[in-house]
């Protein structure tokens, strides 16, 4: 499967989809991941902030309407919208 989509969103909490297909079928990643704050002093010491993985996700779908029968149970819908209305738009 080829990507054909990418989306990220934030900064501290950084929102992620990623879709691939192979033409027909349809695979959605979402990762959601925040990042570690340090302190002043733990920064003096060289420690840098880190990421945290808080969602890591994969959907399958076998074609474009199943896909767009689930989008409500998914996370991060609002990108999964997004995604439809630039794959439409591309296939017209």
Do not use: C, W
């Amino acid at each position: 499967m080829d990507q054909i989509y990418h989306k990220k969103s934030g900064s501290k909490l950084r929102k992620m989809l990623t879709v691939y297909s192979d033409g027909e079928k349809f695979q959605l990643r979402f990762l959601i991941m925040d990042r570690t704050d340090p302190t002043r002093l733990e920064k003096a010491n060289g420690i840098k902030p880190k990421r945290i993985i808080l969602m890591d996700k994969e959907f399958f779908f076998d074609n474009m309407k199943d896909l767009r029968s689930n989008i409500k149970h998914m996370p991060l819908s609002e990108m999964v919208v997004d995604f439809m209305k630039n794959f439409m738009a591309d296939k017209k």
